[in-house]
Nanobody
Framework: QVQLVESGGGLVQAGGSLRLSCAASGRTFSTYNMGWFRQAPGKEREFVAAIDWIGGTYYADSVKGRFIVSRANAKNTVYLQLNSLKPDDTCVFYC????????????????WGQGTRVTVSS
């Protein structure tokens, strides 16, 4: 069982930055692929970024060049650096963990955090 807790969301002006963190419980964090997803009101949850257990990174086209995913296995934590934020980035961000499967699909993930809200003002 893995428990995930996100933090770091908040209100920021367009063009600003935030760093989201996702702290995981358990001793086997380093063996999980970790993903970040987001969901805006009335929309489906969509893939944002992911980092696999060996450090490979994956990004949605909409965030490539603006967001950076990283992990610190010694801290059981995965990060998502959000740069050049736009009002369209306003949503709830979720982190998730999986042992395998398509890293871009929400259905692949076994464990989810409760989400952290990001609001970008224009």
């Amino acid at each position: 069982q893995v428990q995930l807790v996100e933090s770091g969301g908040g209100l920021v002006q367009a063009g600003g930055s935030l760093r989201l963190s996702c702290a995981a419980s358990g001793r086997t964090f380093s063996t999980y692929n970790m993903g970040w997803f987001r969901q805006a009101p009335g929309k489906e949850r969509e893939f944002v970024a992911a980092i696999d257990w060996i450090g490979g990174t994956y990004y949605a086209d909409s965030v490539k060049g603006r967001f950076i995913v990283s992990r610190a296995n010694a801290k059981n934590t995965v990060y998502l650096q959000l740069n050049s934020l736009k009002p369209d980035d306003t949503c709830v961000f979720y982190c998730a963990a999986t042992k395998g499967g398509d890293i871009r699909k929400p259905g692949t993930y076994d464990y989810w955090g409760q989400g952290t809200r990001v609001t970008v003002s224009s």
